[in-house]
Every structure is written in C-alpha cells, then in structure tokens.
C-alpha cells in the first residue's frame, strides 16, 4: 500500500494546540502579519519571541492525540508512505512516526536558527526553561546558539545576527530539502490512499499534492468537520474530529490491505 498523509492544525486540535483559522484559532485573536512574517520579526523580536515561546510551552505539556497514533500505526504498516504536516508542533514525532516517514513543511517550532545564514540550534531538554532570561533560548542548546545576547535574544555565533524560530512565515520559501522529499514521493508513483486531515487547506500546494497523490483513481479522503476547498475532490468526506475518525479509517485500511 502507497499512502500520503497530509495534515494541518485541526490534527493537534484535540491536544489542546489551537488551531489558526478556528473559531478559538490564533489568527481570530491575532494578526499574522505582526507574529509571523519576517518583517514583524525585524520590527519587534521580542513580541515575536514571546509568542513562540508560549506556544512552545503549550505543545510541550500536550500529548499526542489517537489522530496522531493511528497516522503512526498505519505509517508502519504501509509499505510506501510518506506524512506531511504543515504543523510545527512535534506531536506526530512523539507518538512515534519515523523521521525518514515525516516531513515538517512548515518547519520545527523547537528548532532555533538565525535569521541570516544557514546556523541552526536543535533542542536540549534542560535549556527548555530558560525563556525569561534569555526567550530566543527556550529550547536550544546554548553551546551551538550564542553567548551574546540582544534585549535577551539570543545572536548568531556564526555571524552575530539574531536567531529566530526555525518555522516557515508567511511570505517565506518552504525549505528546500523538504519540498524536494515531497517532490520525489509523488514522483515516485500514485498513491492508492491519500488522507487529508485537519487543514484548511488554504495553500495550493496542499492541495496540488493531495490531488497528485490520488491522481490514478487513488481514494482521497478528508477528515474534518468542515467543508474544505479539496472536498469537492474527495472520494470519502468525513466530517468528524480526527481523533475518533482516524483510528477507524485506520483499522479499516490495514484490514483490507
Ligand atoms: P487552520 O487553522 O487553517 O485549519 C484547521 C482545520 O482543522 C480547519 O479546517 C478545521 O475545520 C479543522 N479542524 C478543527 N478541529 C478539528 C479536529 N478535531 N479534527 C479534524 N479537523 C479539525 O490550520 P492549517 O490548515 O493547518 O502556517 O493551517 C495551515 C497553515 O496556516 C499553518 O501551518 C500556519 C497557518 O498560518 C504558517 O504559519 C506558515
């Protein structure tokens, strides 16, 4: 069985994760253009910070979800299978899907890197508390970040710029070598199951990749409880939550495959 798994916020919804574009989502409260666009990091890298420092620490007391766990499963049990997730949250990694099976496309929210050159900090457990004292920080290894500090933000100790989350912002490239891991899967054949789930799907490349993915007669399935634009293009529309649909799709496919 070849399998793509496409999903988006509404998929962590039930971790406790707002989603963006919800009825409680982050950008009814906020507006994306002052939290997350590399222009508002240049105005103010504290608000910024502070932002992705909360939500660190929300993600970090959630747990994976049974979405989550029946994407796992069924990644193990597919013979060809590749997840993208357009969340930056690290739930799907934590309920135990393997790295080479998952690609992050809009980035990691744990990793730290600079906004200028290639740097980049990973994470380390015991700096995770660190924030009030040094908030670009939270999360990454000081060693590899920098021991200079600007108005507690932590600067590059390769080129002294400012770090910065290591997520995609709006008005920003998706990274290469990940759109390059996309490209090959789908390139590498059609799927005979294509899973969208909890995403808006708001971004045409999600939903060019949905449809190439199902190109020859391959199911598409969506999972959510509202209308997207790919539900038109579905050949099964469930309009549930992701953590009671997905372990019955789930269970259904490897029974039948
Ligand atoms: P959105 O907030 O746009 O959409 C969440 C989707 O999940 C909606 O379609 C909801 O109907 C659905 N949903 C809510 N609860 C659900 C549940 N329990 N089970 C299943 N579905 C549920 O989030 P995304 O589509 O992920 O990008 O947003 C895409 C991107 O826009 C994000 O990665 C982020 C955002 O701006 C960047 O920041 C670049």
């Given at each position: 069985m070849r399998v793509l798994v496409l999903t988006g916020a509404g998929v962590s919804a039930e971790s406790g994760i707002p989603t963006f574009?919800?009825?409680?989502?982050y950008w009814r409260n906020f507006d994306p253009a002052k939290l997350a666009t590399p222009e508002a990091f240049a105005r103010d890298p504290q608000l910024v910070w502070e932002w992705y420092h909360e939500r660190r620490q929300r993600i970090r007391k959630a747990r994976p979800n049974a979405a989550h766990e029946a994407i796992t499963r069924l990644a193990h049990h597919a013979e060809d299978f590749l997840l993208v997730t357009?969340?930056?949250?690290d739930l799907h990694t934590r309920a135990g899907i393997p790295a080479q099976r998952m690609v992050q496309i809009h980035g990691d929210i744990f990793v730290t890197r600079c906004s200028r050159c290639d740097w980049r900090a990973e994470l380390c457990d015991a700096e995770?508390?660190?924030?009030?004292?040094?908030?670009?920080?939270?999360?990454?290894?000081p060693s590899t970040v920098s021991n200079e500090y600007e108005d507690g933000i932590p600067k590059c100790s390769q080129c002294a710029a400012l770090m910065r989350p290591g997520v995609v912002w709006f008005g920003e490239q998706l990274p290469w070598n990940e759109l390059e891991r996309v490209e090959n899967f789908l390139d590498g054949g059609a799927c005979d199951v294509v899973i969208v789930a909890?995403?808006?799907?708001?971004?045409g490349y999600i939903i060019d990749w949905a449809l190439r993915g199902s190109r020859d007669g391959g199911e598409l399935i969506e999972v959510n409880p509202e209308e997207t634009p790919l539900s038109r293009f579905a050949t099964q529309l469930v309009r549930e939550p992701a953590a009671i649909a997905l372990p019955h799709i789930v269970d259904q496919l490897i029974r039948s495959r």
């Open positions: 574009r919800g009825k409680d989502g357009q969340n930056v949250d995770r508390s660190n924030f009030r004292d040094h908030p670009g920080l939270a999360g990454a290894r909890g995403t808006t799907a708001t971004f």
